[in-house]
T-cell receptor, first 115, second 119 residues
Framework: EAQVTQNPRYLITVTGKKLTVTCSQNMNHEYMSWYRQDPGLGLRQIYYSMNVEVTDKGDVPEGYKVSRKEKRNFPLILESPSPNQTSLYFC??????????????FGPGTRLTVL | AQSVSQHNHHVILSEAASLELGCNYSYGGTVNLFWYVQYPGQHLQLLLKYFSGDPLVKGIKGFEAEFIKSKFSFNLRKPSVQWSDTAEYFCAVIGPQGNYGGSQGNLIFGKGTKLSVKP
């Protein structure tokens, strides 16, 4: 089954404790992306990756890191989480090629709480 | 900066009522438009999309949307809603590759509209 998976689905942590949220897709997509969803703000892009070893900042990259060592995986790293990073995070991927017309497939989401 | 506006924050309807959710975007060039739905506790799912051609697009579950270029709008409609349509709906836009917001493939989302359907 074609899907985007994220782990963990729920995480409660404390300020400053490094964490990683994993994202994996089995559709051989080149493009992957991370979004955060906050009430009243919709979804905002954090980072995206056009392909292996190619990443770039989205609209709200501060406090986050990503890596793309393999095509299928795109982990989101919070080196020193802060309470304002409490949010619902979604990973997405899409077909290679004509990005402008690609449909993005979303993972199930990770609800992160930073105390 | 490019933006997507959804003017209705929360819409409450009774079953069988007709639905129209507004979406306006600010980009003036060629755009590709999407409506996503997020059911309670679930991830986003694509309802429908517009790339080119017929401006009236039909999606899943009886939803449709009309692209009106002159109004920069892409409103979502359904003639008769059901309780199971209770969800949050997001309009999104993506511009030509490499020319939109500086990040290729970046979906720009509206802030969402919550739809509550009373049984």
């Amino acid at each position: 089954e074609a899907q985007v998976t994220q782990n963990p689905r729920y995480l409660i942590t404390v300020t400053g404790k490094k964490l990683t949220v994993t994202c994996s897709q089995n559709m051989n997509h080149e493009y992957m992306s991370w979004y955060r969803q906050d009430p009243g703000l919709g979804l905002r892009q954090i980072y995206y990756s056009m392909n292996v070893e190619v990443t770039d900042k989205g609209d709200v990259p501060e406090g986050y890191k990503v890596s793309r060592k393999e095509k299928r995986n795109f982990p989101l790293i919070l080196e020193s989480p802060s309470p304002n990073q409490t949010s619902l995070y979604f990973c997405a991927s899409s077909d290679p090629g004509r990005l402008a017309v690609a449909t993005q497939y979303f993972g199930p989401g990770t609800r992160l709480t930073v105390l | 900066a490019q933006s997507v506006s959804q003017h209705n924050h929360h819409v409450i309807l009774s079953e069988a009522a007709s639905l129209e959710l507004g979406c306006n975007y600010s980009y003036g060039g060629t755009v590709n438009l999407f409506w996503y739905v997020q059911y309670p506790g679930q991830h986003l799912q694509l309802l429908l999309k517009y790339f080119s051609g017929d401006p009236l697009v039909k999606g899943i579950k009886g939803f449709e949307a009309e692209f009106i270029k002159s109004k920069f709008s892409f409103n979502l409609r359904k003639p008769s809603v059901q309780w199971s349509d209770t969800a949050e709906y997001f309009c999104a836009v993506i511009g030509p590759q490499g020319n939109y917001g500086g990040s290729q493939g970046n979906l720009i989302f509206g802030k969402g509209t919550k739809l509550s359907v009373k049984p």
